[in-house]
């Protein structure tokens, strides 16, 4: 299981109902239902995604996340979860609005665009980088809002929202305490829990 899901597991209560938006194959999804016997429920708008998810157990529902959750009733779920994906949306500070109200807390994990390697290849090269977590050119990613660990605290103050946890991971080359000293230098992801 990749690192940044066994941290969400840790954060997600058991028994308690989840929504994943942007579940991907829902992966996340079925590994909380068989550990945590979550009652969950996926979003995802890619037709390949969705049929990994009916084959993979996950109750799926195709959607576009950028129209907002109005579907959905005020707290209707304990954890709101979006991995990934806050990057791709048209309006990140409504997206993170919209999962609080629909849930009591929310996940967050993105990639950190102010990762040192990032700021290397930029420097050095010119150019937009590409790598194993970000594979694409800058024509044809899906990443609108390349955001950073500093970003993300900064809107989390600015909406106003209460953190409960914050873990981010790191390249292997580097210890705890540089990832303590600089998350927003040596972090590749940033995981968030979040309330209003």
Same mark, same amino acid.
């Given at each position: ?8 597991? !840790?954060? /997600? ?11 991907? @194959?829902? &992966? *996340?999804?079925?590994? $909380? %239902? ?29 959607q576009d996340l950028d129209q907002g959750l109005s579907n959905y009733d005020d707290?209707?779920? !304990?954890? /709101? ?11 990140? @500070?409504? &997206? *993170?609005?919209?999962? $609080? %109200? ?61 953190? *409960? ?32």
């Amino acid at each position: 299981m990749r690192i940044d899901y066994r941290i969400i597991e !840790d954060w /997600v209560d058991p028994g308690s109902r989840v929504l994943d938006l942007g579940c991907g @194959d829902g &992966t *996340l999804l079925k590994e $909380l %239902r068989e550990k945590k016997e979550v009652h969950g429920y996926g979003i995802e708008n890619n037709a390949e995604n969705i049929v990994r998810c009916v084959e993979n157990g996950v109750s799926v529902i195709e959607q576009d996340l950028d129209q907002g959750l109005s579907n959905y009733d005020d707290q209707s779920f !304990d954890t /709101v979860i979006m991995s990934q994906t806050i990057q791709t949306m048209q309006h990140p @500070d409504k &997206t *993170l609005q919209e999962m $609080l %109200r629909v849930g009591r807390q929310c996940i967050v994990t993105f990639p950190n665009f102010g990762h040192w390697r990032a700021r290397m290849h930029l420097v050095f090269k010119g150019r937009m980088p590409v790598s194993d977590l970000l594979p694409y050119e800058w024509y044809n990613t899906p990443n609108i809002h390349f955001c950073t660990v500093s970003d993300f605290e900064d809107l989390c103050k600015a909406l106003e929202l209460n953190k *409960l946890n914050a873990e981010v991971i790191f390249s292997r080359q580097f210890n705890a305490v540089l990832k303590k000293l600089n998350p927003n230098l040596f972090a590749t992801t940033a995981l968030y829990r979040l309330t209003k």
